[in-house]
């Protein structure tokens, strides 16, 4: 295909789906027909969302902040430097396949415009002032230049086309350098402009597929599970390796598992109904009025738990999701879980007298009510579960 034709195929596409495809577009984990992406990526368990914003005077703004929570519960760890490799298997003459990428950064919260202090669950942000990579002729990452998008960025002010794979044609490539801890967003789209009739076919004009990735670190001798942050000889060592082995919860990015950091109620339950298998609750109806999101990770892990009698929530209906759970409510879930008695005025001693008879919190020093960090959540959990 010649310099020429792409550039058409090229003008054709943007033309037509700018503004067609949404920026964060629903994800689609398999497209065999359209293209194949080989690597030697190991899917990781790993729930987060991924945020964006675009900056106005010193804050970010809350109407402009869009959401991605990964809810396939995993990402693809790569070793620094690993090539992935996407082959066009579409025989369609005008066709492509176009790459793009964008990367994120942790951080737990922004402040929006008006001063409100936004959490963002898992961490990651990215700015939409900062735009992306898309993928150019010789296989290297071009940045986009401001004002830009996606299929607007194939080509920059000299008419040079990014890199188009027409059918049978491959392309291997790194990952661009988005520094440390950074999760990187990797768009994969299926063009072909001869398809003009996309409002009714427009599941053939344009596919796409989205894929998270992060770098992950070469594991050593001192560290367990591959986390700088967790030392070998922690208490919580094995633990934490049981539990992203287990599915249960993983870093907080592909080199970091945050021992210190709080967990929520939503988190800690959820950890709960994943080590019990991710059973499905009888009921997919919730009685909690801030549990109304069938599509969160948490959803069924709730249902689940107040069907089971481990949580009720914290009263008038509400389950309280975002609230930061102390020593005594995990020691209680994992109480009730195992058909303990942990009810009445006195649940809080209740518990902690179970966990103690039971081994749960040997080694540990805490208060009832206080904090329980991610490093002892995974321990009670692996004590009770593993």
Same mark, same amino acid.
């Given at each position: 295909m010649n310099h020429c034709k792409r550039i058409v195929c090229t003008l054709l596409a943007v033309v037509v789906l700018l503004g067609a495809v949404p920026a964060l577009a629903a994800e689609r984990t398999e497209l065999p027909d359209y293209f194949s992406v080989e690597t030697d990526?190991?899917? /990781?368990?790993? &729930?987060? /969302?991924?945020?964006?914003?675009?900056?106005?005077?010193?804050?970010?703004?809350?109407? =402009?902040?869009?959401?991605?929570?990964?809810?396939d519960d995993f990402y693809y760890a790569l070793e620094a430097g690993?090539?992935?490799?996407? /082959?066009?298997?579409?025989?369609?003459?005008t066709g492509f396949v176009y790459l793009y990428c964008t990367v994120f950064h942790p951080q737990d919260s922004y402040v929006s415009y008006t001063g409100e202090t936004i959490e963002i669950p898992?961490?990651?942000?990215? %700015?939409?002032?900062?735009?992306?990579?898309?993928?150019?002729?010789?296989?290297?990452? =071009?940045?986009?230049?401001?004002?830009?998008?996606?299929?607007?960025?194939?080509?920059?002010?000299t008419y040079r086309p990014g890199r188009m794979l027409f059918y049978g044609e491959s392309c291997s490539f790194t990952l661009p350098d988005g520094g440390e801890d950074a999760a990187y967003l990797l768009h994969?789209?299926?063009?072909?402009?001869?398809?003009?009739?996309?409002?009714?076919?427009?599941?053939?004009?344009? %596919?796409? &597929?989205?894929?998270?990735?992060?770098?992950?670190?070469? *594991?050593?001798?001192?560290? *367990?599970?591959?986390?700088?942050?967790?030392?070998?000889?922690?208490?919580?060592?094995d633990a934490v390796a049981w539990a992203v082995e287990a599915g249960v919860t993983s870093g907080t990015s592909a080199t970091a598992f945050s021992p210190?950091?709080?967990? /929520?109620?939503? &988190?800690?339950?959820?950890? =709960?109904?994943?080590?019990?298998?991710?059973? %499905?609750?009888?009921s997919l109806t919730s009685d909690f009025s801030d549990v109304t999101d069938p599509n969160a990770y948490y959803y069924q892990a709730v249902l689940w738990a107040a069907e089971q009698g481990i949580t009720n929530g914290t009263g008038d209906g509400v389950f309280g999701l975002?609230?930061?759970?102390?020593?005594?409510?995990?020691?209680?879930?994992?109480?009730?879980?195992?058909?303990?008695?942990?009810?009445?005025?006195?649940?809080s001693e209740?518990?902690?007298?179970? *966990?103690?008879?039971?081994?749960?919190?040997?080694?540990?020093?805490?208060? *009832?009510?206080?904090?329980?960090?991610?490093?002892?959540?995974?321990?009670? =959990?692996w004590k009770q579960l593993a």
């Open positions: 990526a190991v899917q /990781t368990p790993g &729930q987060f /969302t991924l945020t964006e914003g675009r900056i106005l005077g010193g804050g970010i703004d809350g109407g =402009l902040a869009n959401s991605i929570t990964v809810g690993s090539e992935i490799t996407v /082959t066009n298997t579409n025989p369609s003459p898992g961490g990651y942000f990215r %700015e939409l002032d900062t735009n992306g990579y898309y993928l150019g002729e010789d296989g290297q990452w =071009l940045f986009l230049d401001d004002g830009h998008w996606l299929l607007g960025a194939v080509m920059d002010e994969f789209f299926y063009l072909d402009p001869a398809v003009t009739d996309y409002e009714t076919t427009n599941a053939n004009y344009t %596919e796409w &597929q989205r894929n998270v990735y992060m770098v992950a670190p070469a *594991a050593t001798d001192d560290t *367990a599970a591959g986390f700088a942050d967790v030392p070998a000889d922690a208490y919580y060592a210190d950091a709080s967990v /929520t109620r939503a &988190q800690a339950v959820t950890f =709960l109904w994943r080590a019990a298998g991710s059973p %499905e609750p009888a975002n609230g930061t759970l102390p020593y005594d409510q995990i020691l209680a879930f994992l109480c009730r879980a195992a058909g303990g008695d942990a009810s009445g005025a006195d649940w209740k518990a902690l007298a179970w *966990a103690a008879e039971n081994g749960l919190t040997d080694g540990l020093s805490f208060t *009832a009510a206080g904090t329980c960090p991610r490093s002892d959540v995974v321990y009670c =959990l």
